[in-house]
């Protein structure tokens, strides 16, 4: 998923205290920070569509989704719960609109995708015939036939088997199962729409599809979770057998409902665990799957077989893909350009009805800026290496980085080895913390908006 965040910076993360969960985002997506975005900069992005794409960049495609059954108490996404089908249609017309008028740009014309990501919202939340007519559609503007990963983001209670294979049938290799917990009570005090005996049905319907990959993802953390909990949780997932499984840390940013309460009554804790607590839980389901033979492949993955389980999405997108962004709110870069589509459905589909630009704001990169980028991105796999940085931006990063690696380094955060920076477990457990250390000064008070 394309992420929005909303961290408040801090220079030289401090050492540890004990740390309530208050409002704001933990989760470093991109950099530079969003805050830094703006309407004004537009033009650089058709700049770079007018120009060809140079022929070693891989292209990738975002469609957002932005339909939910249910909002969730700590989502922060745009997400719309009251569209009935004939909006939707036409919500699916206006992207593919903006697709055929992006794919005839210069930059864009001729390429095929490398990968292609559904997120949301729920892109599961689409019908059969609405995910066949959409990705008919899409083929039909840049064929899939050299798309390595298609991903797709499921809410459990949206699948039917009809569905399942609908979404097998049209090339999906990645499904993401947004599962969260187990807990029918824990799933309804935040939110969420379904419930354990759903997500049961939808992973082993998934499973008996064959798909190539499925992934669940967790959130440690979520209001009224108790240890005993959460370790019913681990197990439940390894006993699943899924070939990667995704933690992340709960957080409470800004236009969340959680936050919208804590407002009302004048709270500045949210109502879930703190920080400590959260990454001791996050260590304790590492260990558990490291035990059942999964390996840690980020701060936050663990994957049964690396060689099998690749994650081409993330891992073109850090070290410098295009990602052409489709739908309302969507986030992606071409060239150098950072943008963002309007992030609400009204203006999008009027702009595009219109025949204009549904861009909302941008930003152009300078090569320190992208530097920065990918050096904080690549940390959260919990090893770097240098040489690669010397390749392809001529930068010593253990030089560049001197100050933020030492401090690292002093707080047993990272060792410096032979073949690279490594993170420790502690450090890799609180990695999005200390990115901001890695920050242009400029860029080190922003708020992520
Ligand atoms: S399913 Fe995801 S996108 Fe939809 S409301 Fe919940 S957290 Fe937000």
Redesign the pocket.
Known sequence: MVTDDTAVSHPLAKPEEREQTEVGNYFVANYPPFSFWKPEYKSAVEEVLDKPAPSDVPLGVYFHIPF?R???H??Y?R?YTDKNAAEIRAYIDAGIREYEIMAEKAYLKGRKPHFVYFG???PSYLSVDQLQDLTDRMKAIQPWDEAVEVAFEC?PGTLTEKKLEKIREIGVTRLSL?VENFDDHILELN???HRGKEIERAYHAAKALDFPQINIDLIAGMMDETEDNWKRVVEKAISLDPECVTIYQMEVPFNTTIYKQMKETGKLTAPVADWQTKRRWVEYAFDEFEKAGYGVSSAYTVVKNPDKVKFVYRDSLWEGADLLPLGVASFGILGDVHYQNQADVGPYMTALDNGESPIFRAYHTNGEERLVREFILRLKLGRVKPSYYEKKYGVNVLERFAQPLGYLKSEGFITLEDDGIVLSRDGLLQVDRLLHDFFLPQHRDARYT
């Open positions: 939910c249910k909002r969730c700590f989502c996404f997400v949301g919202g729920t809410e947004g939110g969420r729409a």
